[in-house]
Each structure stands twice: as C-alpha cells, then as structure tokens.
C-alpha cells in the first residue's frame, strides 16, 4: 500500500487520483485519529497529525501514523523559531529532508526516518478551529510542490469537519464531565439514593445505602422481595409503595426500617421523578438524631431520681386524660409518712433511696397501662385508667403489705416505708383538673390528719 503511495505523491496526476479516492472515505463516522490513518494508508505518509487550540488557547494533539508522536513535541515544533520566523507569510510550507530532526530529538527514531513533510494552517470558516495539520514520509519525494496542493485542498475539505468533530468531542467531553460529577455526586454524597424498577428489583443503590443499610446491591437483589429486607411488615410495605411520589419533590416522611443486623433505623425518604419515568428515592437517616431527641425528651419529662414522670409531665399526663375523658379512672395521691426523720436519722441518701424502693413497689403493683409522677419531694400521683376506688384501695393495701414484707435493707437493718394517699374517682365527661387535685389533696391530708398510714378516698367527687 505504502509503495502505491509513494509513486503517487512522486507523480501529481496520480496524487490528485488518491485525494480524489480519499475523500470519499473521510466521512463523519471516523474519529480524528481514525481518519488520519486513513489519509497515512492513502498517501504513504508515516505520521499524520493535526493539532487545534482548545477553548483556552491551548493546542490540542491528535497523532497517527508509525512514526510515534506525542503532543508536546508537536507543540515545541510549533513554538520553534523555525516556525515563527515569517508565520504570517505562508498557509502551507514542505521540507524536502530531514524535517524528523526539527521536529524530535536524537535519541527518537523519528529523527532520521522522518524526511519529506508538509506543514498546512487550519482555519474553520466560522473562526472555531484554528491551528495546523502535518503529514511527514519517510521518503524524500520529489513530487512535494504536487504534494503540497493536495494537502491544501485536503486541509480545504477537511477544516470545517475537524471543527465540527472537534467541537463534537469537546460536547462529549463535557458530557463526560458530568456523568462522572453527576456520578460523583452519587456515589459520596451522604445522602441515600436508590431507585426500584416497576418489578421491585433494585437498580440503583449509592455507596451511602450500603454504608446505612449493610446490604449490597447484589445481596438486595437475592431477595424474591427486596421491600421485604427493610419492612418485613406487609402493611408497612404496601405504605411505602403507596407513599411513592410520581409529582414533583415534596416533604420528607419519617420511615423505620430495619437495617442487615437486625437494628431499626429512622430515615427521612422522599422521592423525586426522573426524566427516563424512573423514580429516585432520596433519603436522610436521621436514627443517631432521632435517639438523641428521645433521650432528650425522656430526659425532660422523667424524675432523674426514681424514673417516673416528673412533675410537668404527669401533670401533662392527667391534663390529657381528662381532655379525653372517654370513661371512669381513679388518681391517688401518695405521700410517705414521716420522710424528715428518715432525713434526719438516716441519712439523706438513704432518703433517696427509700423514694426508689417506694416508686419500685408502686411501680411492680400497677397495671401497666398506669401513670406514676413525682409531683413534689416525696409526694407521688398514680392515674389508674378505668379502674374504680375498690381497685384503687386494693391496690393501696397492696402497696402497704409489700412495703412490710420486702421492707427496704440499709446495711443490716431494715426500714418500712408508711404512706398516706387520697383517692379520687373520675367519671366519664369531667375535665375540671385542678378541682380534681384539690380534693385528692384534700382526702390526702385527710389521711395524714387521722394519724398517717392510711388511703382516704374522696367521697363527694365521684
Ligand atoms: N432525701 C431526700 N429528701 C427529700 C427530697 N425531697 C424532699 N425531701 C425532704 O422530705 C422532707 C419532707 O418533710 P415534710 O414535708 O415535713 O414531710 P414528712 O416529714 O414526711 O411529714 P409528713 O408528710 O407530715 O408525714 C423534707 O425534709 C425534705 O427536705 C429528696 O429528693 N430526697
């Protein structure tokens, strides 16, 4: 092949035959490198390049050929003194010998393979392509002048396509840009992003799921039912589906999946619709601020001493119960007997300790529907929903046998704990909550009145 070549750059009717039969194979499906091979196979040159100055000014290579060629020695070649020297007077300029040694070094073959080469400007007509295209032989040809007008005329046929396949890669280029920051932006973003096609098999899945989750892609797809792994409940599971947005981006909810070791997790997921009708879910897992949150609340609404509800919270409790009071439920309230001299005799870390064992007691004792609250130092409330005054008071002489069988041990010796309580009964439709306090109050003091240890009921609130 190269040898026809070569007798036809030697002869001008045959170069002008060769051109003639390349153009038609330079079409706009080649790639820039496949279509200066081409143009090597067809006119015996040995190295083909065009180099274009990019968006910034700065030229960029594309290379063919045997004789290998990179970039930055097309650019000092360009740069050299040699070039510069009447750039403005010439389009295309040839060298008959030895061009291999002004464009490589000494060592590089190309240095004394490289001999004749014709060096042509390139300029798209809308001014977006600049720069040159070069094509050197191994041979000294003779036939150069010929030569030199069909790489015109090529350069000619050839500059508004290298523009369009230039700007055609740079598209692609950016394309590429931003597949890898869109995918970037998946993979690491600290956000959970999955996506589930129509037959609920899982088809996207970022680094964060698998960080969250503790499944894989692969391990999620094993599953008949991948829903399933994170929401064994079917009813929770046909919520989720339910809650898929095909609409624009909403609120976020508050979901509990279950994570591979079994944990529950706390996750905020939305949804967004994609342009391909798929659907991505975005979500945010919130579990280590939602256990801090409760821990918060608990926090504020417990007693740090005995655990029960504090003061606010029972009072809370109560407000809310006789807002919705649906039906009868008893309040009793205690209070231990004679607690400054266990103070004073005891200590008042035994003081402290003799309000757990009480609340312990009460707590073992009441149904677990049952709200107890400490309301002052050693004063407690138990609100007991449906439960009459008998069921109150039995529980009360409950409280009291306990307290005498499992007495409270402080080293050796043993402290039973007295209380007085009054009892209230509620009926259905009452919501006067600080009348209800009075007379529980009342029959309170009514109790410690008639010598302590005993639970009064009071009688005219029923
Ligand atoms: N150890 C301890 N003592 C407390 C706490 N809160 C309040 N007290 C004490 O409980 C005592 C309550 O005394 P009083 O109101 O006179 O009641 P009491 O001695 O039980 O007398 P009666 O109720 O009339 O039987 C006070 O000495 C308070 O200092 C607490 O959290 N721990």
């Known amino acids: 092949m190269k040898e026809t070549c070569r007798e036809i750059v030697n002869d001008s009717m045959q170069a002008l035959h060769a051109l003639a039969k390349l153009m038609p194979l330079l079409t706009s499906q080649c790639s820039l490198t496949e279509m200066l091979e081409t143009i090597n196979r067809s006119l015996g040159s040995a190295l083909a390049w065009v180099s274009v100055d990019d968006d910034r000014g700065l030229p960029r290579v594309v290379c063919a050929g045997d004789v290998t060629c990179h970039s930055f020695e097309v650019t000092d070649f360009l740069a050299s003194t040699l070039m510069q020297r009447h750039h403005r007077s010439w389009r295309a300029i040839y060298w008959k010998e030895n061009i291999g040694r002004s464009i490589f070094t000494a060592q590089h073959p190309g240095y004394s393979q490289l001999q004749s080469g014709v060096l042509c400007k390139l300029s798209s007509r809308d001014g977006s392509c600049n720069g040159y295209f070069f094509l050197g032989f191994s041979q000294r040809l003779c036939a150069l002048p010929t030569l030199k007008n069909v790489v015109v005329v090529l350069v000619e046929k050839l500059k508004d396509y290298f523009a369009e396949m230039i700007s055609r890669e740079r598209t692609a280029k950016e394309m590429q840009l931003v597949v890898t920051q869109y995918k970037t932006l998946f993979e690491r973003a600290p956000v959970l992003m999955n996506s589930f096609d129509r037959r609920n098999r899982c088809v996207l899945w970022n680094v964060e799921c698998e960080k969250v989750f503790g499944w894989s892609m692969a391990e999620i797809n094993l599953h008949p039912d991948p829903l399933a792994l994170f929401y064994p409940d079917p009813e929770v599971r046909r919520r989720v589906r339910d809650s898929v947005n095909v609409s624009p981006l909403k609120d976020m909810y508050e979901w509990r999946p279950i994570r591979k ?66 039906s009868y439920f ?84 043993s402290l039973i704990l007295s209380f007085s309580a009054g009892v209230v009964e509620v009926g259905c439709g009452h919501r006067d909550t600080s009348s209800l306090l009075t007379r529980a109050d009342k029959a309170l003091y009514d109790a410690k009145r008639s010598g302590r240890g005993k639970t009064v009921i009071a009688i005219d609130y029923l």
């Open 261 to 326: 070791d079994g944990t529950q997790l706390t996750i905020l997921w939305s949804n967004i619709l994609l342009p391909d009708g798929s659907i991505l879910n975005i979500g945010l897992d919130i579990t280590e601020r939602k256990k801090a949150e409760e821990q918060l609340a608990l926090k504020a609404t417990t007693d740090d001493l005995t655990g029960c509800f504090n003061r606010s919270a029972i009072l809370q409790q109560l407000q809310a119960v006789m807002e919705r009071n649906q």
């Open 330 to 413: 008893c309040v009793l309230m205690f209070d231990l007997d004679y607690f400054k001299q266990i103070n004073d005799e005891w200590g008042h870390q035994v003081g402290d300790a003799a309000l757990v064992h009480f609340c312990d007691r009460l707590r073992e004792l009441s149904p677990t529907h049952a709200a107890l609250g400490r309301v002052g130092g050693e004063e407690f409330l138990l609100l007991l929903s449906e439960t009459d005054c008998d069921a109150a008071m039995a529980l009360s002489s409950n409280l009291r046998a306990i307290l005498l069988e499992r007495p409270m041990l402080v080293g050796d010796k």
